[in-house]
């Protein structure tokens, strides 16, 4: 069974976890530092508020620990606020807290508005096809380095990427029904 770390601070990270259970695997919630002694083979980077998540894990010292594992290859799925903990750069985004900066890309932060900027679509993903896309106050990607693979594009604007181990998706997969991103980061995991 896949082992997989769920940072469980802030957001929506139960959704993560019944979706990946559904799936096989064995999820961790990650709370404090000591919880990242587990061994893990995956690592989920879940919606919430940006601001907050980045301040605990500052607070908490569980930032650096967590950028290593990530930078040396620790598979991760990052959602919405978790796609900004991810990226090297982001604008309107005043947060004085690092982000962990493993994925080249520049987010924008809120995106689509603060308030009004929640709306459901449909989109074309990569290698998937038509897939749900939920977005709640969301980031998109701004520019993304040449090496990073854009998996889509709503309205021309960047939403869902790769980058090596890293998937890192502007929407929430796990607060729908269709499982197949989950099920495609555990066969990267896998493979
Ligand atoms: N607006 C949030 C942020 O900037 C992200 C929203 C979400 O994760 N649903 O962190």
Redesign the pocket.
């Known amino acids: 069974k896949p082992q997989i770390g769920v940072l469980a601070l802030q957001?929506a990270f139960i959704e993560h976890e019944k979706m990946l259970q559904s799936l096989g695997a064995t999820c961790h919630e990650l709370r404090e530092k000591s919880d990242l002694a587990a061994p893990l083979d995956g690592l989920v980077l879940p919606?919430?508020?940006?601001?907050t998540q980045k301040k605990l894990l500052s607070d908490l010292g569980m930032y650096e620990p967590l950028r290593e594992k990530i930078a040396d290859g620790l598979p991760v799925l990052a959602t919405?606020?978790g796609l900004?903990l991810l990226a090297r750069s982001a604008t309107r985004d005043k947060c004085p807290y690092p982000s962990f900066g493993t994925l080249p890309v520049r987010v924008r932060?809120?995106a689509y508005g603060r308030q009004l900027g929640s709306f459901s679509t449909k989109g074309e993903i990569k290698g998937l096809g038509d897939f749900p896309m939920r977005f709640?106050?969301?980031?998109f990607i701004e520019e993304a380095a040449p090496e990073v693979d854009v998996l889509a594009r709503v309205d021309g604007n960047i939403v869902a990427v790769r980058y090596g181990q890293q998937i890192g998706l502007a929407f929430?997969p796990e607060l729908g029904t269709d499982t197949r991103l989950h099920a495609a980061f555990l066969s990267m995991i896998a493979s």
């Open positions: 957001g919606g919430g508020e940006s601001t919405c606020a900004i932060r809120n709640i106050r969301a980031p929430h």
